[in-house]
């Protein structure tokens, strides 16, 4: 574990967040201090130890398969930034992924 | 140089339930653009998943019939990918701990033989929402957005685009069979990537593969694959290299098209899905769910040869499709003793016909299975005659109702009254000197003209074997 | 009675009464809001014909014999709990004109018990923060001394209430969030069981360790909110489903007597400001005067705390916050010509700086090739941290530590992301680990700046914890 080749770009680019010059290179330091703070993990030896989700072990949270009504469609459209129609909208995606 | 193609395919299957995977909004096709939607299925701030139970039970069943293991502990995970379908920008999905491991399909080979396709694991996640393009932008609709997906990841054992259509031809078969999919392809139900690479014969290491994302019907899968293998194999016998690339298939212009300068670096980021609690089936669950899975195509055709002693065309032509099978048994066994045989024979010419013309299926007619059953019974012993049968099957599969209820109401019972029948006769022949006379002279199909004389006097209801055997006598004593 | 001195107690008493109406008692705080808002600035938005509005129909409750003990009380909500047509903005740009469409559980659960949910508080963005001036609208100012923070990320809240412009609030914790502005603002901040209480409807910042909880000016306030939020929600999975205490007959006759209460040694060590030791140490006296036995204990993995925290916190938060992205909701650049620039800047111009630094930090723990060595071992090593506390309750009913190590802090005055984080060295542990933890005021330093201890019980031990934070109280008065 090593914040050595920490490529703050490459890391945006993965978060799909835009970063400036500056930005990048201030968050460059930073970063790489917290993760030096972090190495001091290495010293503790996990090996055997689970990992801990949540504190307690409830399982099978499960509904059943009954539909319910959705509220008022217009609440969540009305929240769109842009629409045509009934449908989000978006710049032409030129490629289906 | 002779190559070996190596296939493998990840088939993603939309499972059939009424909600969504992690939220109770209606499954519907047709509707207006995102009618069925909520907090959940839109990826609003604080909404949480909750898991449909069906899906899991409809994903284990799938695992049981498919021979996979189902381990005790499964767990959801989150894949992390911006994409405009995906109202979260990552999807729930399972990478660590799926619902089903191992399995496995078995095919029929061209010549015949059996070849066993392995399954690596099967997994529960999400659907997209649906992008919609149109001239100078793209519009989403959420309503299918979070279809629960169960993504079945085949092993690279496929070596031909024929063999591949027979694994998926045979995956949909079982899991229509088992009622978690209707894999209607046209509907997108069920969409596979298909992993191929080429080796030259002989070499063991697998060639560098390329994925073909996406494709939903069995023509396009078999073309692109053809294409595909050829395009590989032209590469390398021109010196080239195959590059590990995805591509997408052009129905259109028939070839695979690179997707390179798409968002090429895939790093997905899975960590498990700290909003749902892990699965645990225990011994009773899934003792129940498999009880719930159907006897499957293959095990039932079996059966079905030795228990109504079909012949084996019959009996995996009923057995391909479950609602057919149920309908076939149901009616083969309230027609006993009437033999199983006869029972196939009208209920592959006659019923089947009649659903293909029809246009809907067994499922929808209303010919119940018993009133089968009762005029193939009423047939046997003689009450009515073949022809009557005959005609009686369409206005009971229209209309529903038992057959013995119309035979007695409208007197259709078939008249095996000999002295009857031989007054018929008589008067038949002495109609018909003409005919008498060339059956003196030899012309022995005479005597099927009286037959058919006698059989129009009793209005069809006349047996006509005894109609038969009265003619004879009666012509021979002249 | 003046406003600033309704608790949610003595309020519901006074309206059982008929002293006062609940809508005369939402009147008095918009009065007192509008009078001490401009100083504070704990207020983001106020629905104030809706809270006219809920308070009537509460009013019309009472009448017709409804004695539900919030019936007409007004909370302050946390600006990142979802109230069906109010904004929720998360503190952040990026949820600018964003109006919701749908009620939270914890809101839900408050209405049905006639609460006046109007009122909403700022915040550090989306959560992270421990000062609220991260917040991307306003600097909440802590009402103690207007020069310093409340605290935060529940700031807006603590403030609120603390500043007599709201009678309780709902704060969130996830490493601290709730208990350290409570500290700095000299209020009760109570932090519950992880999956006592439901996450529906409440922005996700880190999934598994967020909590609801309430920020009062009593225990018993804190008490009263817990016995209405608590509860299994079919909504939220990671709901426990233990049976909801009843807090009322457990505070009954509270009593530090024969308590065995630990002093985690790793607690107490230097860097901490030494007025917060004295009061501290005067608490850990005041609990011994009062029956309660002191034990020395240890939590030997307190070190590696913070560390697993701000991995796993922005791990989580940067998935949690891959919504945000301009399409279906909030803020979208009008920069963006594809679909790949309408993210990027979408986010870039939404998001504050800490907001966009732990994005970065979590997106790199997660990413090809370093899950083991970050994300994987962080979440052991909170087995381990979870461990420590599983074998210190089996020598003691509860911890008592410092809750951060300085008083507030001036505006401004902490700059560097690490230095900042340091805050919540005290409080994350207990996060890590899912266990139950409250804030309590303990006194102030000689400027006036209140200083709070905390309190740590073991999982699901919520009425337990309340009830010894009550007899704390109680050694004050």
Not at chain 3, 233 to 249: E, K
């Amino acid at each position: 574990m090593s914040s050595e080749g920490f490529d703050v770009q490459y890391v945006a680019r993965l978060a799909h967040l835009e970063l400036g010059k500056d930005e990048a290179s201030r968050f460059s330091g930073q970063l790489g201090d917290i993760l030096k703070y972090m190495e001091k993990l290495r010293q503790l030896d996990v090996d055997g130890v689970e990992p801990t989700m949540h504190g307690h072990g409830r399982t099978n949270a499960f509904r059943e398969d009954v539909p319910v009504q959705s509220v008022d469609q217009d609440l969540f459209l009305s929240n769109a930034p842009e629409r045509t129609g009934d449908e989000y909208r978006l710049p032409k995606i030129v490629e289906d992924a | 140089m002779k190559y070996i193609a190596t296939i493998g395919l990840e088939t993603h299957v939309q499972l059939k339930t009424r909600t969504k995977m992690f939220c109770s909004c209606l499954l519907r096709t047709g509707d207006e653009p995102n009618t069925n939607v909520c907090p959940v299925c839109m990826g609003y701030p604080g909404a949480l998943p909750v898991m449909n139970r069906q899906a899991v039970k409809f994903t284990v069943m799938a695992g049981m019939a498919l021979g996979c293991d189902i381990p005790r502990r499964s767990a959801f995970d989150r894949k992390n990918y911006f994409y405009p379908d995906m109202a979260k920008d990552y999807q729930i999905s399972q990478n660590g701990a799926p619902l089903c491991i191992g399995g496995g399909v078995e095919i029929a080979l061209p010549d015949g033989s059996p070849k066993f396709v392995r399954i690596n694991h099967i997994h529960l996640e999400e659907d997209a929402a649906k992008i919609n393009h149109y001239a100078r932008h793209s519009g989403i609709d959420f309503n299918r957005g979070g279809t629960p997906l169960m993504e079945i990841v085949g092993e690279p054992d496929l070596s031909s685009a024929d063999e591949t259509i027979a694994y998926l031809e045979a995956l949909k078969e079982l899991l229509v069979y088992v009622g978690v999919s209707d894999c209607n392809l046209e509907e997108g139900n069920m969409r596979s990537d298909v992993n191929i690479s080429v080796r030259p014969e002989g070499q063991s290491a697998l060639g560098t593969k390329v994925e073909i994302k996406n494709m939903n019907t069995f023509k396009g899968i078999h073309a692109a694959i053809e294409y595909e293998v050829a395009r590989q194999i032209d590469l390398l016998n021109h010196g080239g290299a195959v590059v590990q690339e995805t591509r997408r298939w052009d129905g259109e212009l028939g070839e695979t098209q690179s997707m390179r300068g798409k968002e090429n670096a895939h790093d997905y980021r899975y960590f498990p899905e700290p909003d749902l609690v892990p699965v645990e089936l225990d011994e009773e669950t899934i003792a129940e769910w498999r009880a719930e899975v159907p006897e499957l195509p293959r095990a039932r055709r079996a059966r079905m040869m030795s228990e109504y002693g079909l012949p084996e065309y019959d009996a995996g032509v009923i057995a391909a499709d479950k609602a057919c099978a149920d309908f076939f048994e149901k009616a083969a066994r309230a027609a006993a003793p009437v033999p199983g045989k006869t029972v196939s024979n009208w209920f592959m010419t006659e019923v089947l016909r009649l659903v293909g013309e029809g246009g809907g299926d067994i499922s929808s007619c209303a010919l119940a299975p018993e009133a089968l059953a009762e005029l193939l019974r009423l047939l046997d012993a003689g009450t009515i005659n073949g022809p009557t049968a005959k005609e009686l099957l369409p206005e009971l599969f229209e209309k529903g109702g038992m057959p013995k209820a119309i035979v007695d109401a409208r007197g259709l019972g078939q008249v095996s009254d000999a002295s009857a029948l031989q007054s018929l006769v008589d008067a038949a022949v002495a109609a018909n000197p003409k005919s008498v006379a060339d059956f003196k002279a030899g012309k022995k199909a005479a005597a099927g003209f009286f037959v058919g004389q006698v059989m129009k006097a009793s209005k069809g209801k006349a047996d006509p074997k005894l109609v038969g055997r009265l003619v004879a006598e009666t012509l021979s004593k002249l | 009675m003046e406003f600033k001195d309704w608790t949610v107690a003595s309020a519901a008493e006074a309206m059982r009464k008929g002293e006062i109406s609940s809508v005369e008692l939402v009147r008095a705080l918009v009065a007192e809001k509008n009078a001490r808002d401009g100083d504070i600035q704990a207020y983001l938005t106020f629905d104030e014909d809706g809270a006219i509005a809920a308070a009537s129909e509460a009013d019309s409750r009472r009448a017709a014999g409804d004695t539900s003990p919030l019936l007409g009380i007004p909370v302050a909500v946390k600006d990142l709990i979802n109230v069906r047509g109010q904004p929720c903005t998360c503190a952040s740009k990026i949820l600018e004109g964003y109006v919701s469409p749908y009620d939270a559980t914890v809101i839900a659960r408050l209405k049905a018990a006639g609460a006046v949910c109007a009122g909403r508080v700022n915040m550090d963005e989306f959560a992270m923060g421990s000062s609220t001036e991260n917040s991307a609208f306003k600097t909440t100012r802590n009402p103690h001394d207007l020069s310093r923070v409340p605290g935060g990320s529940s700031g807006g809240s603590a403030a609120a209430v603390a500043g007599g412009e709201a009678v309780c609030a709902l704060g969130t914790d996830t490493g601290g969030s709730i208990r350290q502005p409570a500290s700095f603002c000299g209020i009760v901040g109570f932090k519950p069981t992880y999956g006592r209480v439901s996450r529906y409807g409440v922005t996700a910042f880190a999934s598994s360790l967020d909590q609801v909880g309430p920020m009062t000016k009593t225990v018993e306030d804190s008490a009263l909110l817990a016995q209405a939020l608590f509860g299994a929600d079919p909504h939220d999975g990671t709901t426990a489903l233990n049976p909801v205490p009843d807090f009322a007959s457990a505070l009954r006759g509270a009593s530090l007597k024969g308590l065995r209460i630990g002093l985690p040694r790793e607690y107490f060590v230097p860097g901490t400001a030494p007025e917060v030791t004295e009061i501290v140490k005067a608490a850990i006296g005041k609990c011994a005067d009062a029956g309660a036995e002191i034990v020395d204990v240890s939590l030997p993995h307190t070190e590696y705390a913070m560390a697993v925290y701000y991995i796993v916190a922005p791990a989580e938060a940067s998935a949690n916050l891959a919504r945000f992205d301009g399409v279906r909701y909030g803020h979208r650049s009008a920069k963006s010509d594809d679909v790949m620039s309408l993210y990027c800047r979408s986010r870039a111009e939404g998001f504050g700086q800490e907001v966009k630094r732990r994005i970065i930090l979590g997106t790199y723990v997660l990413s090809s090739g370093y899950y083991d060595a970050y994300y994987g071992r962080a979440q052991r090593v909170r087995t381990l941290i979870r461990r420590d506390f599983d074998s210190a309750f089996g020598k003691v009913d509860f911890l008592l530590t410092p809750v951060a190590p300085t008083p507030a802090f001036k505006v401004g005055e902490l700059q560097d992301p690490l230095s900042m984080y340091l805050n919540d060295l005290f409080t994350i542990p207990a996060s890590l680990a899912g266990l139950p933890a409250i804030s309590v005021p303990a006194g102030a330093t000689a400027a006036g700046l209140p200083v709070g201890v905390q309190f740590i019980a073991p999982s699901f031990a919520d009425a337990p914890l309340l009830a010894c934070a009550r007899a704390f109280e109680d050694t004050l008065a």
